[in-house]
C-alpha cells in the first residue's frame, strides 16, 4: 500500500480532492503515508485522528491529510474552515468522508479499500474530470 502511495503521489495535481473510504483497519492512513513519502515527506505520518487534519508542506505541494472519523457533526467542518483548506493550490486526502456528508464539497476522486485474504483490493471513481483525469493516468500507472 505504501509503494503504490508513492507512485500513484506523483500522479496528484494541485487541487485535487481524494476520499479514501474503507473500514477501520483497510489501510487509508497507510496509502496516505505512501502518498506523503512519494510527495517527499520524510518523517513520520500521524493519523489525525483527534487533530482531524494534519498539514504538510512538501516540495511537491501542499497536503492536507484529513481523518473525520471523530467529527461529531458535520457542521464542525464550517469551524474547521474546511473552504479554505480545500483550495487550488492543496491537495487535500481525507478519511472517512462520510462523517462530513452535506458540508463537505466532493471529491475529484473516491479510492475503496476492502480486504481480500490479507490483501487488499482497491476500487475507485470520479466526480469530476480532474479526477476522470487522475484516473486515467491510475490505470496507466497500473498497466507498467
Ligand atoms: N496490504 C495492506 N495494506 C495496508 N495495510 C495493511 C495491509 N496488510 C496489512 N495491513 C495492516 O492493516 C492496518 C491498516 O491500518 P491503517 O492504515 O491505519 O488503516 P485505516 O486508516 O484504514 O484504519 C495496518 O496495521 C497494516 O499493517
Ligand atoms: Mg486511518
Not at 500513484?8 to 496509502?31: E, Q, R, Y
Not at 483527534?50 to 492536507?64: A, D, H, N
Not at 474546511?82 to 462523517?99: N, V
Request: proline share 4%; aromatic share 10%.
Amino acid at each position: 500500500m505504501v509503494a503504490f502511495g508513492e507512485r500513484f503521489s506523483a500522479l496528484l495535481k494541485p487541487g485535487t480532492v481524494l476520499f479514501l473510504h474503507g473500514d477501520l483497519g483497510m489501510g487509508k492512513t497507510t496509502l496516505c503515508r505512501g502518498i506523503l513519502r512519494g510527495a517527499g515527506h520524510q518523517g513520520a505520518v500521524k493519523s489525525p485522528t483527534y487533530t482531524l487534519v494534519e498539514p504538510y508542506e512538501l516540495s511537491r505541494g501542499r497536503f492536507y491529510h484529513f481523518d473525520l472519523y471523530r467529527l461529531g457533526d458535520p457542521e464542525e467542518l464550517e469551524y474547521l474552515g474546511i473552504r479554505d483548506y480545500l483550495d487550488e493550490s492543496s491537495i487535500s486526502l481525507i478519511e472517512w468522508p462520510e462523517k462530513g456528508a452535506g458540508i463537505l464539497p466532493s471529491a475529484d476522486i473516491e479510492l475503496n479499500i476492502r480486504a481480500q485474504g490479507t490483501g487488499r483490493v482497491l476500487t475507485w471513481h470520479t466526480n469530476t474530470e480532474k479526477g476522470e483525469q487522475l484516473a486515467d493516468n491510475l490505470t496507466e500507472l497500473l498497466l507498467t
